[in-house]
């Protein structure tokens, strides 16, 4: 069975850095994509930034682009996101998703962050 659990966020200084973890059990990282999504209030689910398995490559909304890092340990089956220069407008609750970048099957239980003074 697949599980993905969230973990890291929390409330943070616009300029604050926070990272967010997402340990996975029931598959290995190695063979499937795996990437972060958020849903900020009032707007729709976006995609942050994924690891693709077709062609190797990471990706990421041009809002964080030069921010946000994504980064994995498959030792440990474990996704990270490194947020730098935290803005106002990234407060959202923030999910671990796995198997697609585009549709994923699999969605952790998510993990808010507030950016705010």
């Known amino acids: 069975q697949v599980h993905l659990v969230e973990s890291g966020g929390g409330l943070v200084q616009p300029g604050g850095s926070l990272t967010l973890s997402c340990a996975v059990s029931?598959?290995?990282?190695?063979?499937?994509?795996i990437g972060w999504f958020r849903r900020a209030p009032g707007k729709e689910r976006e995609g942050v930034s994924c690891?693709?398995?077709?062609?190797?490559?990471?990706s990421y909304a041009e809002s964080v682009k030069g921010r946000f890092t994504i980064s994995r340990d498959n030792a440990k089956n474990t996704v990270y996101l490194q947020m730098n220069n935290l803005k106002p407008e990234d407060t959202a609750v923030y999910y671990c998703?796995?198997?697609?970048?585009?549709?994923?099957?699999?969605w952790g239980q998510g993990t808010r962050v507030t950016v705010s003074s």
């Open positions: 690891f693709s398995i077709s062609d190797g490559k990471t």
């Open positions: 998703a796995a198997d697609s970048c585009l549709y994923p099957n699999y």
């Open positions: 029931g598959f290995t990282l190695d063979y499937y994509a």
